[in-house]
T-cell receptor, first 114, second 113 residues
Framework: DTAVSQTPKYLVTQMGNDKSIKCEQN?????MYWYKQDSKKFLKIMFS???????INETVPNRFSPKSPDKAHLNLHINSLELGDSAVYFC?????????????FGDGTRLSIL | GENVEQHPSTLSVQEGDSAVIKCTYS??????FPWYKQELGKRPQLIID?????GEKKDQRIAVTLNKTAKHFSLHITETQPEDSAVYFC????????????FGGGTRVLVKP
């Protein structure tokens, strides 16, 4: 069983469209994250939710809107897609109740904007 | 905010040799330092981590050292094998910042048979 699963794995779409990426974890964690990995492989935090509450928003454009319907799910909706949004988006989760616990990553969603 | 620098950006070693990757961080309040291995097209996978109350940790061929005073930590891989070829990322985090991971720029390691 995949611990952190993301859908879709690949997403190819045109500039200006709106798209969503879904993430689910079955680890019983209460904290989830979205990271963006650009073409140079640099990994950067975007958002984090703890028990459905937004705790990190790293000055991401407001075209990006995360939503956490429950602590096992964290989705990412992107409006008006731009060329610069092309990247691999990783979801991650951890046990927030315990300090210094590792984050577990999903397999990523490769977003390509035409 | 936190800034993590990682060196070298690429590292080529002969099979059986050791590989060392170094990272420095800027926020003295950071207290958790994981290392991730990412193979081509795959997700980052945790290979080892160290907490600020420990100076060194070892797991088989992998070891990590932490110098809190100098704010740097290093990954050591001994007896490298071709399957060790991947991109390695160091990261730093602290609870007050939501435990978000601030990553270094990555090191592409190539182990030549």
């Amino acid at each position: 069983d995949t611990a952190v699963s993301q859908t879709p794995k690949y997403l190819v779409t045109q500039m200006g469209n709106d798209k969503s990426i879904k993430c689910e974890q079955n680890l019983g964690h209460d904290t989830m994250y979205w990271y963006k990995q650009d073409s140079k492989k640099f990994l950067k935090i975007m958002f984090s939710y703890n028990n459905k509450e937004l705790i990190i928003n790293e000055t991401v454009p407001n075209r990006f809107s995360p939503k956490s319907p429950d602590k096992a799910h964290l989705n990412l909706h992107i409006n008006s897609l731009e060329l610069g949004d092309s990247a691999v988006y990783f979801c991650a989760s951890r046990n927030g109740a315990a300090s210094n616990q590792p984050q577990h990553f999903g397999d990523g969603t490769r977003l390509s904007i035409l | 905010g936190e800034n993590v620098e990682q060196h070298p950006s690429t590292l080529s070693v002969q099979e059986g040799d050791s590989a060392v990757i170094k990272c420095t961080y800027s926020d003295s309040a950071s207290n958790y330092f994981p290392w991730y291995k990412q193979e081509l097209g795959k997700r980052p996978q945790l290979i080892i981590d160290i907490r600020s109350n420990v100076g060194e940790k070892k797991d088989q061929r992998i070891a990590v050292t932490l110098n809190k005073t100098a704010k740097h930590f290093s990954l050591h891989i001994t007896e490298t094998q071709p399957e060790d070829s991947a991109v390695y990322f160091c990261a730093a985090s602290r609870k007050a910042a939501g435990n978000k991971l601030t990553f270094g720029g990555g090191t592409r390691v190539l182990v030549k048979p």
